[in-house]
């Protein structure tokens, strides 16, 4: 991408982004996250989900 473009993704693409490595401009991001009104939380997939993340942090030594 160049400066100033913008990138829109669905919500289950992965994606990333190269580390920043500018000394004189930062990176910005907006995210904004669209549900239909009978959305619902799933709240044990969730505390699943966060399980897991902190596990893996875990096992490369941080500390979350």
């Known amino acids: 991408m160049e400066p100033n473009d913008l990138a829109i ?3 289950n693409l992965i994606h990333r982004a190269d580390p920043n490595h500018s000394p004189t ?3 910005r ?3 904004m996250n669209i549900y ?3 959305a619902r939380v ?3 997939a ?3 989900y966060r399980a ?3 596990a ?3 096992s490369k030594g941080l500390n979350v």
Request: charge should be positive.
């Open 46 to 48: 969730v505390a699943e």
């Open 36 to 38: 239909g009104a009978s």
């Open 56 to 58: 893996h942090y875990k």
């Open 52 to 54: 897991s993340m902190r």
């Open 9 to 11: 993704h669905h919500g």
């Open 42 to 44: 799933d709240e044990a």
């Open 25 to 27: 401009r930062s990176r």
């Open 29 to 31: 991001a907006f995210a």
